[in-house]
């Protein structure tokens, strides 16, 4: 690695094919919903940055492979830390949308990967769910 290579963008298509290779793979925008429905990378997911730790309540096995992008790749960074921090094994923060070299899908997905949490993984997350009253805090 040259004095030149840290200042070098990560190249998020390299990123992606090492994606495409990994069979029970997530793809994971961290940007704001805002920024998602703007333009998103096809197959992705959207947990923004600041919710990142949604993640393990959403995917439990901390040996699923986490391919993670925001839009130059400082905020994947930060979120590959956290995940890390959480205990998943396999993460990778594969730069920013900007450099993608295909076409972007634009809107909000309806099924987002919050919305894959079945109600039974809800329940048991959020036990409040189950009581009729919300308990006072």
């Given at each position: 690695m040259g004095f030149f290579d840290f200042f070098?963008?990560?190249?998020i298509n390299e990123g992606l094919r090492a994606y495409r290779a990994e069979?029970?793979?997530?793809?994971?925008?961290?940007?704001?919903?805002k920024e998602y429905a703007e333009?998103?990378?096809?197959?992705?997911?959207?947990?923004?940055?600041g919710r990142i730790d949604?993640?393990?309540?959403?995917?439990?096995?901390?040996g699923v492979?986490?391919?993670?992008?925001?839009?130059k790749g400082s905020r994947a960074e930060k979120a590959?830390?956290?995940?890390?921090?959480?205990g998943y094994q396999k993460v990778a923060a594969i730069g920013?949308?900007?450099?993608?070299?295909?076409?972007?899908?634009?809107?909000?997905?309806?099924?987002?990967?919050q919305s894959q949490v079945s109600a039974s993984q809800m329940r048991k997350n959020m036990p409040w769910l189950n009581q009729k009253k919300i308990p006072r805090i």
């Open positions: 070098r963008k990560k190249d069979a029970r793979a997530i793809l994971i925008d961290v940007r704001e919903q333009g998103h990378l096809p197959q992705s997911r959207n947990i923004p940055l949604l993640v393990e309540s959403m995917i439990p096995d901390k492979p986490l391919f993670l992008y925001c839009e590959a830390k956290k995940l890390a921090d959480l920013g949308v900007e450099t993608y070299g295909g076409k972007l899908e634009k809107g909000i997905k309806t099924k987002s990967l």
